[in-house]
C-alpha cells in the first residue's frame, strides 16, 4: 500500500525562515503545500529540497494582499485534497510565516505602506487560517509567526511591530474561536536573520546585547514548530525563542 501524507500549508515558504519551516515538517513526513510571491527561484530550489525528503510538494504563487488570491490559493488545495493520486489525508497544519518588515516612521508613513504591512502580516493570517479552520480536522493546529519586536517599542518599524503585536492577540481569539477542533499558536523568534535593509553594524549590535550574545540557529526556531505538533495541550499560546531580547 502506498503511503498516505498529511498536509501542510506554509506561506512565505520560499526562503529565510518559511524555507527551514517547510522542510522541517517535510522530515516529518507532511506533504508540502508551498506558498510563495515573488521568490519563484527559490521557490523551486525548496520545492527541489522537499521534493528530495520523499513527500509530495506543492508551489503555489500567490499575492497574500489580494484576497481573491488567497481564494485562489485554497481552491488549488481543495483540488489537491479531492485527487486521490496525490494520496492526502487533510490540511492537518497551516503556519502563516509570509510577513513584511518595512521601515516607516510614524510621523511620516503614508497610508498605502500602513496598509501593505498589515494586508500582509496580519489580514492574510487570519483569512488564511480562517480559510484553513473549515477544512481542517480535529486535531490540526494553525501556526502564526510573530515577533519579539510585538513586545518592543521599534519606532523605525511602528507598522511591523504594531501588526506584529496584533497577530499575537489574534492569535488568542483564534484559539478560543476554534478550540477545540484546531489549536491555535504563535512563535516569536527574536534575532535570527536581519531584514535586507539593516547595515551588517547595526545587526552585531543588537545581537552583542543579547543575554545570549548570539544570533539565533534556524532549527532552535523550527523545534518549536516540532514541540508545538507534539504538546496537543498547548493553545492560545506565544512561544518566544529569543535569546533573551525580551530580558531587554
Known amino acids: 500500500m502506498q503511503s498516505q501524507f498529511p498536509l501542510a500549508l506554509i506561506t512565505g515558504a520560499a526562503h529565510r525562515l518559511g524555507r527551514a519551516l517547510a522542510l522541517t515538517l517535510a522530515r516529518r513526513a507532511y506533504a508540502i503545500l508551498l506558498h510563495y510571491h515573488s521568490s519563484e527561484r527559490k521557490a523551486g530550489q525548496t520545492a527541489l529540497e522537499v521534493s528530495t525528503l ?15 488570491q488567497i481564494d485562489a490559493m485554497f481552491g488549488f488545495l481543495d483540488t489537491l485534497l479531492a485527487d486521490p493520486a496525490n ?43 480562517q480559510s484553513a479552520f473549515r477544512r481542517m480536522k480535529p486535531g490540526s493546529l494553525i501556526v502564526n509567526m510573530s515577533d519579539i519586536a510585538a513586545e518592543k517599542v521599534w519606532t523605525r518599524y511602528a507598522a511591523y511591530t504594531v501588526s506584529k ?28 536573520l536581519p531584514s535586507d535593509d539593516m547595515p551588517p553594524e547595526d ?17 532552535e526556531i523550527t523545534r518549536s ?17 529569543d535569546g533573551g531580547y525580551s530580558l531587554l
Not at 98 to 107: H, N, P, Q, S, V
Not at 207 to 212: G, M, T
Open 54 to 68: 520523499g513527500v509530495p510538494v506543492f508551489p503555489f504563487r500567490a499575492d497574500l494582499t489580494d484576497p481573491t
Open 165 to 192: 503585536a496584533a497577530l499575537e492577540s489574534l492569535t488568542r481569539l483564534m484559539a478560543r474561536a476554534f478550540a477545540p477542533q484546531v489549536r491555535v499558536n504563535a512563535i516569536a523568534p527574536g534575532l535570527v
Open 225 to 241: 514548530l516540532e514541540f508545538l505538533l507534539d504538546n496537543e495541550y498547548i493553545t492560545g499560546q506565544t512561544i518566544a525563542v
Open 203 to 219: 545587526w552585531s549590535r543588537l545581537v552583542s546585547r543579547l543575554p545570549i550574545q548570539r544570533a539565533a540557529h534556524l532549527d
Open 87 to 129: 494520496r492526502l489525508t487533510g490540511l492537518h497544519v497551516l503556519v502563516n510565516s509570509a510577513a513584511i518588515m518595512r521601515t516607516g516612521d510614524l510621523r511620516s508613513m503614508n497610508l498605502a505602506s500602513w496598509n501593505e504591512i498589515f494586508d500582509l502580516n496580519l489580514r492574510a493570517p487570519f483569512l488564511c487560517a
